[in-house]
């Protein structure tokens, strides 16, 4: 199974519904997703890395933390990020490197603006055929 993603609607967020064959690709579609909310990601580049630890209690706590982690450097930086990769996923904490570039609005089509990932509708479970990860955001 590639990694993948769609978006969701909902009343007033945006949800994305992402798939992979492990979890770790399920977060990396997740990620790619939010991106796609936040702009039209197709035309950045991975010029630039960051490295992200998203700690939390539970799994749901740490995909959305690692999600809040993608709006932190939009908002404080402008980054976007096109390429990530998972080192390391235990039980407390979820980290690896994202690789994008920064948001030029002579170059790059911005699209929505992301407060926050949430925990309304989260689903992370296995399915017949990887795994799958739902998650909404506050726009």
Do not use: C, Y
């Not at 519904?17 to 039209?40: F, H, K, N, P, Y």
């Amino acid at each position: 199974m590639a990694i993948g993603f769609e978006l969701l609607e909902h009343t007033s967020d945006i949800g994305v519904l992402a798939r992979g064959a492990t979890r770790d690709e399920a977060l990396i579609g997740a990620s790619m997703g939010l991106g796609s909310i936040l702009v039209d990601s197709s035309a950045f580049r991975p010029i630039e890395e960051r490295f992200f630890r998203a700690s939390g209690s539970d799994e749901a706590a740490q995909i959305v933390n690692w999600l809040n982690e993608i709006i932190f450097f939009f908002d404080t930086e402008g980054m976007v990020f096109v390429e990530f990769d998972i080192d390391s996923w235990q039980a407390g904490t979820i980290s690896g490197p994202a690789r994008g570039e920064r948001l030029d609005v002579s170059r790059h089509e911005f699209r929505t603006a992301v407060k926050a990932a949430t925990f309304h509708q989260f689903e992370s479970h296995p399915t017949a055929d990887g795994w799958e990860i739902r998650v909404f955001v506050d726009v």
